[in-house]
C-alpha cells in the first residue's frame, strides 16, 4: 500500500466489513488488487452477521433448547452468554486475520465519511487517515429502527438485539416492540431460557404475508411455549418505573399497562447511510434511507458500487453474498449480473421448529392468476418421515403450492425440524425446472427429512381441476 501522510491509496476501498464487501475484497486482493477494508469497530470485524446478528442468535435458539426445565435459567443463560461470545470472537478474529493476512489488503479501524467522490476519511486512533481509491462500495449494513413512541427512546430499559445478548442477565420479563423475523426469534430464544415473553405487533396477526393455515401452526406453536402475544397492538408510550419500564398499550379499545424489565426494539433495521458524507461523494439516496443503486448495485456515481442492506435490498446475510457476485462480475467478470436474475430466494426463521418459505403462498399464486393444487400435511401425519419423530420434534405443517397445468412448484412453506435445510433444495427444485412431481419421486436418504417430499407433495389437498 502506497502512504503519504496518512493518506493511503487503493485499486478498491470497502466502507464497512460486511458480507458482501468481504468476498468482493478477498477475490480483488487474491487477484493482486490493492484493498483497504475500513470498519468502524473492532468488535464488527466480519460485520452484522458473525457477530451480532445470526450467528450468536442461532447459537442461542440451539442453547435455549438444550435448557431443561430443572436448569436454573440465570446461570443457563450466563453460560449460553459466555458461550456465544467465545464463537464470536473466534469468527471475529478469524475475519480480521483472513481479511489483513493477505497480501494486498489491509484492514483499517475507524469510523469512514466520503469527502469527495473518491475520497474517504478514517478516524483512527492513530489520528485521520484519508483514503482514495478508483473503485469504492458501500457495505454499511443497517440500524435498529427505535419507533418514536413517548418514553421509548430515553428509558434507561429500551434493548436493541445488540445489548440484549450482550448482556449476561436474563430480563425476567421482557416486551418485544414488532413480531418480524427478530421479535419472534427473540421470543422464542428467550422464553425457553425462563423469561416471561410479551410480542406486540401492529398489523392484525403475525406472520400475516402466510397463508392462513401455515400461520396458525406457527402462531399456536408460540402461544403454546407460553409467549403472549398482543396483536393489532398499538404500543402508546414507556414509563420508566422503580427497577422496571411499564408499557403502555391500547388493545382492543381499552388502555393497558404491562411491566417489564427489557424492552427490546424489534421494529425492522434502516440502511445505516447517516454521517457517511453521501453528499460529498454524489451519491444519491432513497427516500427510505437507502443508497441508490441500479441493477448491477452501481450507485449515482459509477466507480461506486453498495451492497448489503445498505442498498434497500432484502436483509439477509446471503443476499449481501450474492452482490459481491454481481459487483464482482463488473469488477473482472462480464458485467451481466445482476440483482433481476434472483430466483427463488428462500427465508428462513429460526423459530422451533423453523419456519422456511419460498416462492409464492397460496393466496399469492391465485392472485398470480395460476391455477393451483396445494399438497400439505402436518408433520406429525408424514409417514414417510419418522426423523420428526425420531427427533422427538412432530410439529409443523409442509406445504406445497403446484401449478395445475405445468406441475411447476410456486412455492413452500416449510414449519418443520430441519427446515432451513429443506427450504434449500426446494429452490434449488425451483430454479432449474424441477417439477413438483420429480422432486416428490425423487430417492432421498432414509431416515431423513427430506424424504417428506415423498409423501407431502402427493397428498393433495385443494386443487383448481373442475
Ligand atoms: C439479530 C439479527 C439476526 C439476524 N439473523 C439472520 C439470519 O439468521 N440469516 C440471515 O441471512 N440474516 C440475518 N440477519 C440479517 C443479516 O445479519 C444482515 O442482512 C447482514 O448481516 C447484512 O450484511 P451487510 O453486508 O449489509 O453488512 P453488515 O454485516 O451489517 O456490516 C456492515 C458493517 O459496516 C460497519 N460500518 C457502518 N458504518 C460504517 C462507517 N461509516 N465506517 C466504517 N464502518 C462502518 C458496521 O460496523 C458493520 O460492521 C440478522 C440480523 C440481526 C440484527
Ligand atoms: N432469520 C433471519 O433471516 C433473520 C433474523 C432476524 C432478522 N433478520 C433480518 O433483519 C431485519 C430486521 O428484522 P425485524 O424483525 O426487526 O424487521 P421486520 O421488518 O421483519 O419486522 C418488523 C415488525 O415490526 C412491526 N412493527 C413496526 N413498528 C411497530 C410498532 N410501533 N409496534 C408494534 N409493531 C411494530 C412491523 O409490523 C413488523 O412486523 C429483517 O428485515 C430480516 O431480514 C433476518
Known sequence: METVENSLQADLLVVGFGKGGKITAGTMARLGKRVIVVEQSPEMYGGTCPNVGCVPTKALVHRSRNRRPSDPPQEW?????????AITSLFRKGNFDGMDGLETASVLTGHAVFTGPDTVLVDTADGPVTVRAEHI?????????????PGLRTSKYL??????????????????????????????????????????????????????????????????????IVTGANV??????????????????????????????????????????????????TARGAVEVDDHLRTSQP?????????????????????????????RGEGKRTTTDRVAVPRTLFM??????????????????????????????????????????????MKFVIDLDTDEILGASLLSVDAQ??????????????????????????????????????????????
Open 159 to 228: 434493548v436493541t438485539s445488540t445489548d440484549l445478548i450482550h448482556r449476561p442477565e436474563l430480563p425476567k420479563r421482557l416486551a418485544i416492540v414488532g413480531g418480524g423475523y427478530l421479535g419472534i426469534e427473540f421470543a422464542a430464544i428467550y422464553r425457553q431460557f425462563g423469561s416471561e415473553v410479551t410480542l406486540f405487533e401492529s398489523t392484525a396477526r403475525i406472520l400475516d404475508h402466510l397463508d392462513d393455515d401455515v400461520q396458525a401452526v406457527a402462531e399456536k406453536i408460540l402461544v403454546d411455549e407460553g409467549i403472549e
Open 421 to 466: 435445510e429443506l427450504i434449500n433444495t426446494v429452490a434449488q427444485a425451483m430454479r432449474h425446472g424441477i417439477t413438483a412431481s420429480q422432486l416428490g419421486e425423487a430417492i432421498y436418504t432414509h431416515p431423513s427429512s427430506a424424504e417428506a417430499f415423498n409423501d407431502v407433495i402427493a397428498t393433495v389437498v385443494r386443487s383448481d381441476e373442475k
Open 303 to 331: 466507480h461506486i458500487f453498495a451492497l448489503g442492506d445498505v442498498n434497500g435490498g432484502p436483509q439477509f446475510t446471503y443476499v449481501s453474498l450474492d452482490d459481491s457476485r454481481i459487483v464482482l462480475d463488473q469488477l
Open 77 to 85: 443463560y450466563e453460560r449460553a452468554v459466555g458461550e456465544v461470545h
Open 236 to 285: 402508546t408510550g414507556v414509563e420508566d418505573g422503580d427497577g422496571e419500564a411499564i408499557v403502555q398499550y391500547m388493545h382492543d379499545g381499552h388502555e393497558c399497562t404491562l411491566a417489564v424489565d427489557a424492552v427490546l426494539a424489534a421494529a425492522g433495521r434502516k440502511p445505516a447511510t447517516e454521517g457517511l458524507g453521501l453528499a460529498a461523494a454524489g451519491v444519491r439516496v
Open 137 to 149: 462500495l458501500i457495505n454499511t449494513g443497517s440500524t435498529p429502527v427505535i419507533p418514536d413512541l
Open 352 to 397: 422451533t421448529p423453523p419456519l422456511a418459505m419460498v416462492g409464492l403462498t397460496e393466496r399469492e399464486a391465485r392472485e398470480a392468476g395460476h391455477r393451483i393444487k396445494v399438497s400439505s400435511q402436518p408433520v406429525a401425519e408424514i409417514i414417510a418421515m419418522p426423523r420428526a419423530y425420531v427427533v422427538d420434534e412432530t410439529r409443523g405443517v
